[in-house]
């Protein structure tokens, strides 16, 4: 019998525009590039079911003392995710020169406003 915990996977709707977003701008120029990513970013978030550990602490964050957001960097593109009992929720999908910190608080103000 396998005891290790595993997790459920989901993504936010805005984490999914996100995706859809850099998917699309990417297609513009190169669509085989495009759906590359696309595999890539989708295989490497699904592999988090398993081991939600395995990106690091968002670097910005850690500063603060904040260290349940965690990030994958996928070429130059940053998935942060946070992990909770028994899932890990994909959160936002950004270019990796963005700060996390500014992308979380957008998003918490965004959300309010709503």
């Known amino acids: 019998m396998n005891s290790e915990k595993t997790y459920l996977v989901l993504w936010t709707q805005s984490a999914q525009q996100d995706l859809a977003r850099i998917i699309e701008f990417i297609a513009r120029d190169n669509e085989a590039n495009s759906k590359k990513l696309y595999k890539t970013v989708v295989r490497k978030a699904e592999n988090l079911w398993q081991l939600p550990s395995q990106g690091r602490i968002a670097p ?20 942060v995710y946070k992990v909770e009992t028994e899932r890990v929720l994909i959160l936002a999908i950004f270019d990796g020169r963005r700060n996390v910190e500014d992308i979380l608080f957008e998003r918490l103000i965004n959300d309010r406003g709503h």
């Open 60 to 79: 910005e964050l850690m500063d603060f003392g904040v260290e349940f957001y965690r990030e994958l960097v996928i070429s130059s593109w940053r998935l």
